[in-house]
């Protein structure tokens, strides 16, 4: 069959073509309309479609995607693509258990409330390992969507835990990648709760499980933290009588009082410490009262304690400060503890001093407490939390040396023992000698022939 000049025209105009960039000047005859309609039968590829249907090399579908080419990037997007705010952390909890699962961990989940779990893994079948490694998947509202720059990737929980979460685990699974650690060595925990009331690090107190050294992922500038301030937390409550505003002689002003006591908590010196610096104060909400014209009958503060110096100290200042305003009640909240002294023994690290809260204390235990992670805290929390790309690769390579020297201490350490014939060593010594001179076996390496953590001695640790 022939096809005229305007059926010729026509072959562009299919649905699944490109169309032509300007109209035709003339009405389409009817066959020509027919022939159109036959032709639109035939589905014509498009360009999109086509390179759909390609199989890209590999170095091509990189330069493509960059974070896809990462492990630690990629697994961060993942992570961070999924809304956990508090007390709603179950699908990233869901899809970190899939990831593990399919990376060869043996992948325990522990209830906390309700259908909210923490996400405890390892390799192998030995749940009981030397070292933990272990951080939050539970963020602050509101939940902002990933994004990723040249340089810098955005969201919520980018940096304050997720970045922690996916450089931990990257660094773990290159170290069994390249048989550097295997089972009974490090295990995995993750979990919720920590942006309000530690509920998930207190749950896994009873996992049934200790550690010599736990390292927690937090957001430290890549700094091994020396330690960080505590945290009190309370509401004053005020009672008071309402009337009329006109005749305030016969009510009682809550508003009032409550304001003469937050005066004075606003300017009270409460103690501190050389190491952590000054203890901060913040009155975070005030409500009270319901309209203008009535004096209000109560009211209330909820306020925060960054604690630098004894806790029943800074308790006890509190209470004394405001006990002579009447109809004042102090009401302490679950959520309390002192300043935290951290292990930072590792050499090749700075290090730095955090005036926030973190789980540490809230896992019992006499291991050794190492906090480090990438991101600053002063971009968390923020309508514009982020990372930088290169602090997530350095963290990685952090996390590593952190676990192996967890494992295998080569810092040099003071002397400790005095004395003569078998405790007679030099002033300052290896960890190696003591270990060989009192015939102490440390946890074995796998690339010397063991088997992983080998409990012997003193359990490998002085």
């Not at 308790?315 to 009401?331: A, C, D, G, T, V």
Request: aromatic residues 6%; glycine residues 8%; charged residues 20%.
């Amino acid at each position: 069959m022939k096809l005229s000049s305007a059926s010729v025209l026509l072959l562009p105009l299919s649905a699944n073509a490109l169309e032509l960039p300007f109209k035709l000047p003339f009405k389409l005859p009817s066959q020509v309309t027919f022939f159109k309609t036959k032709l639109e039968t035939y589905k014509i590829p498009t360009i999109s479609s086509i390179r759909s249907r390609l199989e890209l090399p590999s170095f091509l579908k990189k330069l493509s995607d960059p974070i896809a080419a990462s492990p630690v990037l990629s697994l961060h997007r993942s992570l961070v693509q999924i809304p956990s705010i508090t007390g709603n952390e179950r699908a990233v909890a869901d899809w970190l258990v899939s990831y593990l699962t399919n990376q060869n961990f043996t992948v325990e989940t522990q209830v906390v409330s309700g259908d909210r779990v923490n996400v405890f893994a390892y390799p192998g079948t030995n749940r009981t390992t030397h070292t933990l490694v272990t951080s939050h998947i539970d963020t602050v509202p509101p939940y902002i969507p990933y994004k990723s720059a040249i340089s810098t990737i955005y969201g919520r929980g980018s940096n304050d835990a997720k970045g922690s979460v996916a450089a931990q685990i990257t660094a773990v699974e290159e170290l069994l990648s390249d048989g550097t650690i295997g089972p009974g060595n490090v295990s995995l925990l993750y979990v919720v709760g920590e942006e309000y009331s530690g509920d998930g690090m207190k749950a896994a107190n009873s996992l049934g499980v200790t550690w010599k050294s736990v390292i927690f992922g937090e957001p430290t500038e890549n700094k091994l933290a020396v330690g960080h301030k505590g945290i009190l937390l309370f509401d004053l409550v005020s009672s008071g009588k309402a009337s009329h505003s006109g005749y305030p002689q016969l009510g009682v002003n809550a508003n009032s009082q409550l304001i003469s006591a937050l005066a004075i908590l606003d300017k009270l010196q409460l103690p501190g410490s050389d190491l952590l610096g000054e203890s901060t104060l913040n009155i975070g909400h005030i409500t009270g009262g319901v309209a203008p014209n009535v004096i209000p009958a109560s009211a209330n503060a909820s306020i925060a304690v960054r604690v630098a110096g004894d806790l029943d100290e800074t308790i006890s200042l509190i209470k004394e400060s405001i006990s002579n305003i009447p109809n004042i009640k102090i009401r302490f909240l679950n959520v309390g503890y002192g300043p935290v002294e951290l292990d930072h023994d590792v050499e090749g690290f700075e290090t730095i001093i955090c005036s926030y809260g973190t789980d540490v204390p809230n896992l019992k235990g006499e291991h050794k407490k190492y906090l480090y992670g990438p991101g600053s805290i002063l971009t968390a929390h923020g309508d514009n939390e982020y990372v930088l790309k290169s602090d997530l690769f350095d963290a990685v390579n952090g996390y590593k040396k952190l676990i192996k020297e967890s494992l295998w201490p080569t810092k040099r350490v003071p002397a400790i023992i005095e004395g003569e014939g078998l405790f007679d060593m030099p002033e300052t010594v290896t960890v190696e000698k003591i270990v060989e001179t009192l015939a102490i076996r440390p946890p074995a390496h796998p690339k010397q022939g063991g088997e992983g953590f080998i409990k012997a001695g003193c359990d490998g640790e002085l």
